[in-house]
């Protein structure tokens, strides 16, 4: 009995250890289990504060004075849209695709993990769609995947099983933080659809160059297929993996109620289309030489303490989502581009044909100046991209040896040639500190350099770079240039000829702003921006006799001289001796042509025909030239203002007055609001707003304002700028106008400054060097170069409807007393003697040399003595 019992205990004995065991594993799971997932939501989870604040990199966008996006910076083309401006038919897709109870459940759906697992992974059914749901698949974007190389099979499922908690963990926390509508657009914000679109509103831009909310179904089937594996779906490179995807999204549609059968037949039988495709980029879209410009002014004015972020940093353009509300008018751009381009392609024609077996590096020049000449022709070649490149093969290896030991040393080109000097004594540091080749505070670095052994290599990679230099600049090879016919053309040409012949394009710049408001409204850096990046807009040139309606306006209203007053064309000479002009030697300058008639103008003919003897004249009757740059410091051209050499930019010397001052159009152009403006001068600007992400404004733009002329002189003036465009020289357009032209000495500028009630335009026209220019007044007057630019401009503007611009707008009425300032009527656009009567008819018909101009240069007789270059 004794024993049988015995035997009866031991396997309850082995049943009550073995539960010991399996309470044993419960626990450790548990415990195991536990501080997994502790280890997990204590880990590297995205926390409640960076959820509330989920990080993206938001483009910048530009927008033009009518809401028109036409520009972007970004590190990630995104931007950032908002559940309300979902397009149906993305929402309809995402849930029907990706997640059907979206709305009911709160983070994970476990029917649909079973659904995977029983019909994707068993039965291989693409259109089951994904066990993840938006909200989990939101958590993948917000953490970064572990990588899985060098790990064992084991480990590899553990780091697998670790995300995937991890995803749930988040997925979790994003449904108690945010409402659905705003995971799932956070959601399509978020994830990258390659080709460099982030977000899907980048994304449809660039796949169908549109924005979402206008997609077609198939589109938006398209952009939602690529949510579960862009790369494989990307309709560029895999278009038939794309077009099936497309079309199980297009099924699921269908399945749930939001497309019938015949629509789904239709839109699942038509092939892809990417004739829209077009990766975004920075300098993409109009006005490129603006948004150059704009690039700067930004990141400038967003260095400035009143416009940082609340947490004391700077705004990013790249990455920040700023809305940067413009005030240029794309219709008024496209027009300004337009007449650029049109009018500069009949300028380099003819550039060509006057300059054909001519060089103009050695073009009636002596040896100073050839040897300033072919300077900057090195100084152009040496700042090439293939030049660039050359330098760093040779001399980047021994360079970063060198800065390895003298950190941030100088070593430039001219450095390394004064220091090679200096080796073989053949010249001492001081005399390269005193030039200012090398910088004193580096002399002990200098010193050493030359002592050592690295001055050896250094002069051995330079002189092998100069070497190869000259081989490869002066061998032919197939490269593309610019041509105004194709925008580039594919030519075998050495890249010194290349540099030479870009750089013989004449260049233009136009700026078009609202007298009123300041706002410009078309900017024009330039023509060929790919290949001419320097803008031309805010470049310092000599403005010619631009300048001369501002003398004009200074001699009436603060000398009192009569516009009817009458003065001898003759020469006048300005002295040493003379109060205030400040000048060394006598002064005795010619009109443009070099001739005097010796007859009498009165102010009007001689602002229309430019006579620079007048403007002397007037001149010597103020007696100084710091009241004219009184009067154009009140226009908005600062008096103290000076150029990179130091010197003033409005000289305090009599030669100011016939436009030996260097000035920009946008100077130019704010100048000339004052006259269209009442005699008030507007600062031009060009951003009217900028907002943060969230919409808060963190600028406005305010132009400057002030009164410079009293109106009535101001309507004194504004008759006179009418005048020159009556006549004989009226340019065919609607509008009230006036207008003054300018040239300078060797035809190296040539200016046109046009005003209507409503817009004020400067343009420039010439060379980026002196010597690109034309070599007769015939082809190098501002009236034949620069004039009808603004003319083809307005006209453009005022057959355009879209713009509505008032062709019937009128100046400010004059005040009081201006008939009697101007009753000099019959003086206006008549010429002093019957000589320029004559010739005065000859230039009425102006139109008519036209198309002259595009076919062959003027004889020099077709124009009149006193058709000089400022009308």
Known sequence: MEESTNMMNKPRKWLKYFLYFIWAALLIGFITLFVFLSNISNGDLPSFQELENPKYDLASVVYDANGEAFGKYFIENREQISFDQ?????????????????????????????????????????????????????????????NLSGKSALGKVMALVEVKVKEWFTAIKLEKQYTKDEIMAMYLNKFDFINGAHGIEAASQTYFGKSQEFLAPEEAATLVGMLKNPSLYNPLRFPEKSENRRNVVLGQLKKYGHIDQISFDSLSSKKLNMEDFERDAHDKGPAPHFRSELTKWLKELLKKEEYLKPDGTAYNIYTDGLQINTTIDLAFQKHA??????????????????????????????????????????????????????????????????????????????????????????????????????????????????????????????????????????TPVNMKIYDYEKGEIEVEMSPKDSVKYHNQHLQSGLLSVDPKSGHIKAWVGGVGFKYFKFDHVNSKRQVGSTIKPFVYATAISLQGISPCQEFEDIQYTIAPGDVDLFVDEEWSP???????????????????????????????????????????????????????????????????????????????????????????????????????????????????????????????????????????????????????????????????????????????????DNWIRFLSLDNGQGFVMARPIFQNYMKKIEADESINFDIDANFAAPPDGFQEITDCARYKQQTPDAELQETTQTQSTYDEFDDEFEEEEFEEEEFDEEFDEEF
């Not at 995402?94 to 459940?105: A, I, V």
């Not at 093969?393 to 941030?408: C, E, F, W």
């Not at 006579?611 to 908005?636: A, P, W, Y």
């Open 86 to 146: 979902i397009s149906p038919h993305i929402y309809n897709a995402l849930l029907s695709t990706e997640d059907l109870r979206y709305y009911d459940h709160t983070g994970i759906d476990f029917r649909a993990l079973l659904r995977v697992a029983f019909k994707t992974v068993l039965l291989k059914k693409e259109s089951s769609g994904g066990g993840s749901t938006i909200s989990q698949q939101l958590a993948k974007l917000l953490f970064r995947r572990p």
């Open 337 to 474: 581009e337009q007449a650029v381009f049109d009018h500069m392609k009949t300028n380099q024609a003819k550039y060509w044909k006057v300059w054909d077996n001519k060089n103009p590096w050695t073009y009636e020049a002596d040896e100073t100046q050839k040897e300033l000449r072919l300077g900057v022709l090195e100084r152009r070649l040496k700042e090439s991209d293939r030049y660039l490149a050359l330098h760093k093969q040779y001399l980047g290896p021994i360079k970063t040896k060198i800065r390895n030991k003298h950190a941030d040393l100088p070593l430039s080109e001219n450095v390394i040639k004064a220091l090679i000097k200096v080796k073989d004594q053949k010249q001492r540091l001081s005399h390269y500190f005193k030039n200012n080749t090398l910088k004193e505070r580096y002399v002990n670095q200098y010193k050493d350099l030359v002592t050592h052994k690295d001055m050896d290599e250094l002069r051995k990679q330079y002189n092998a770079l100069i070497n190869d230099y000259k081989t490869v600049f002066d």
């Open 590 to 768: 010619a009109n443009a042509n070099e001739k005097f008639t010796g007859n009498l103008y009165n102010l009007y003919q001689g602002l229309l025909y430019s006579k620079n003897s007048i403007t002397v004249r007037l001149v010597k009757e103020l007696g100084s030239v710091d009241v004219i740059r009184e009067v154009l410091h009140n226009c908005g051209i600062d008096k103290k203002m000076t150029l990179p050499s130091g010197r003033l930019a409005v000289p305090r010397l009599p030669s100011m007055v016939l436009g030996a001052a260097d000035l920009s159009v946008r100077d130019m152009a704010g100048a000339y609001t004052t006259f269209a403006n009442n005699g008030n001068y507007t600062e031009p600007i060009f951003v009217s707003t900028i907002r943060d992400k969230s919409g808060k404004v963190i600028f406005t733009g305010i132009p400057e304002r002030k009164k410079a002329i009293n109106p009535l002189y101001n309507a004194v003036m504004v008759d006179m700028l009418m005048n020159n465009l009556a006549g004989g020289y009226n340019l065919g357009i609607k509008s009230k106008a006036g207008g003054k032209t300018g040239t300078t000495n060797d035809f190296a500028d040539a200016w046109f400054m046009g005003i209507s009630p409503n817009l004020v335009t400067g343009i420039w026209v010439g060379g980026d």
